[in-house]
């Protein structure tokens, strides 16, 4: 048996998509150029988080440390969705920006947290403020935003090994 690999087709739909992307959510990004990063914190030590997060937003940061023009809309949790959860997100995020950032003001970072709708999400992957989508995994089986952001037509940077080198 062959099972085809999913999408969420919502992403296609232009007429769904612009009614979502009038929420309020979507408009707190004041920034022109952001950079998605989907992921879930699989742990607070570095070396044990397989998609390594930390790393990928310390990179991000590094790179444009200098450009007040870049966003990074970091969409994660601790693997659920509570409010205990958010403020662990918040602390963790917190810390590693003081850590990775110094005393620069950028880029600016916005911590999305919580359940999603699907629809919600193709608001987000395809939204015209979302310029690209990056990950520095270690290892993904099929990773659904990865397909998701190259159905939304996004530039994507990825780690050159693991599941997504079978479609991207």
């Given at each position: 048996?062959?099972?085809?690999?999913?999408?969420?087709?919502?992403?296609l739909?232009?007429s769904?998509?612009?009614?979502?992307?009038?929420?309020?959510?979507?408009?707190?990004?004041?920034?022109?150029?952001?950079?998605?990063?989907i992921?879930?914190?699989t742990?607070q030590i570095?070396?044990?988080?397989?998609?390594n997060v930390?790393?990928?937003?310390?990179?991000?940061?590094?790179e444009?440390?200098?450009?007040?023009?870049?966003?990074?809309?970091?969409?994660?949790?601790f693997?659920?969705?509570?409010n205990?959860?958010?403020a662990?997100?918040?602390?963790?995020?917190?810390s590693l920006l003081?850590?990775?950032?110094?005393?620069?003001?950028f880029?600016?970072?916005y911590l999305?947290?919580g359940n999603?709708?699907?629809e919600?999400?193709?608001?987000?992957?395809s939204?015209?403020?979302i310029k690209?989508?990056?990950?520095?995994?270690?290892?993904?089986g099929?990773?659904?935003?990865?397909i998701?952001?190259?159905?939304?037509?996004?530039?994507?940077?990825a780690?050159g090994?693991?599941?997504?080198?079978e479609?991207?």
């Amino acid at each position: 048996s062959i099972i085809q690999e999913w999408f969420n087709s919502d992403i296609l739909n232009k007429s769904k998509l612009s009614n979502i992307q009038k929420d309020d959510r979507f408009n707190v990004l004041d920034k022109e150029f952001n950079i998605l990063v989907i992921a879930t914190l699989t742990s607070q030590i570095d070396e044990d988080d397989r998609k390594n997060v930390r790393n990928t937003i310390k990179w991000l940061c590094e790179e444009f440390k200098e450009d007040e023009n870049v966003g990074i809309v970091l969409k994660t949790n601790f693997g659920k969705g509570s409010n205990s959860d958010k403020a662990m997100c918040k602390n963790y995020l917190e810390s590693l920006l003081h850590e990775v950032k110094g005393e620069s003001n950028f880029p600016a970072v916005y911590l999305v947290h919580g359940n999603l709708k699907k629809e919600e999400i193709a608001g987000l992957v395809s939204h015209k403020k979302i310029k690209m989508y990056a990950s520095a995994t270690r290892g993904e089986g099929y990773g659904l935003p990865l397909i998701e952001s190259a159905v939304a037509g996004k530039p994507i940077i990825a780690t050159g090994w693991s599941g997504h080198l079978e479609f991207l």
